[in-house]
Nanobody, 115 residues
Framework: QVQLVESGGGLVQAGGSLRLSCAASGIIFSNNDVDWYRQAPGKQRELVTKITSAGSTIYADSVKGRFTISRDNGKNTVHLQMNSLKPEDSGVYYC?????????WGQGTQVTVSS
């Protein structure tokens, strides 16, 4: 059974940094594309960044140059380093992947950036 567990969220002032982690069980991250999504209150869930099984990365324009996704194959974990945080980065951040046409989501971790 695939399980994704996020951690690392919290409250930070604008300009600060946070590092989110997504740990997986039941699946090997290095064999799959892994995404981070976020959802702010009253808004749709949006794609923040993706790392492919080949190691390529893509970022939403709003986070380019500030966020970095990486994968630790030894720990079967994906990280999201978030720097220069802005209040508009606030929301619940979810780890996600698709395997055999099924969507797997973590429970989410709250990020709040105060101005």
């Amino acid at each position: 059974q695939v399980q994704l567990v996020e951690s690392g969220g919290g409250l930070v002032q604008a300009g600060g940094s946070l590092r989110l982690s997504c740990a997986a069980s039941g699946i090997i991250f290095s064999n799959n594309d892994v995404d981070w999504y976020r959802q702010a209150p009253g808004k749709q869930r949006e794609l923040v960044t993706k790392i492919t099984s080949a190691g390529s990365t893509i970022y939403a324009d709003s986070v380019k140059g500030r966020f970095t996704i990486s994968r630790d194959n030894g720990k079967n974990t994906v990280h999201l380093q978030m720097n220069s945080l802005k209040p508009e980065d606030s929301g619940v951040y979810y780890c996600h992947l698709i395997r055999n046409y099924f969507n797997y989501w973590g429970q989410g971790t709250q990020v709040t950036v105060s101005s």
